[in-house]
């Protein structure tokens, strides 16, 4: 049994930044592309960010590009995302995600089979 946890969520400033964490445990997941992915009540959970097994491809929604950075550690079983120049916007629970197979990262929510509970961002203006 896969599980993810992520921390580091908060509250955070317009302009501030914040660092999520997500730990795999159960199976190391070195070999599988991981995301996150945001939502806000009454909406679609939407992609954020995916990085692939090595961490050598990266994939980023416009709405997060050149403010967000997503990285991992496969050593410690673990992503992250490094959220920088926040705005209101970015508020969301956020979704740590990744892919049962080795298979390559992309932003379709369908692909990623394991899910964590969420953290929440608040981002006030």
């Known amino acids: 049994q896969v599980q993810l946890v992520e921390s580091g969520g908060g509250l955070a400033q317009a302009g501030g930044s914040l660092r999520l964490s997500c730990a795999a445990s159960?199976?190391?997941?070195?070999?599988?592309?991981m995301a996150w992915f945001r939502q806000v009540p009454g909406k679609e959970r939407e992609f954020v960010a995916a990085?692939?097994?090595?961490?050598?491809?990266?994939y980023y929604s416009d709405s997060v590009k050149g403010r967000y950075t997503i990285s991992r550690d496969n050593a410690k079983n673990s992503v992250y995302l490094q959220m920088n120049s926040l705005k209101p916007e970015d508020t969301a629970v956020y979704y740590c995600?990744?892919?049962?197979?080795?298979?390559?990262?992309?932003?379709?929510?369908?692909?990623?089979?394991?899910w964590g509970q969420g953290t929440q961002v608040t981002v006030s203006s």
């Open positions: 990085i692939s097994w090595g961490g050598r491809t990266t």
């Open positions: 159960g199976r190391t997941l070195s070999t599988n592309a």
């Open positions: 995600a990744a892919k049962r197979r080795p298979v390559s990262a992309d932003n379709s929510r369908a692909q990623y089979e394991y």
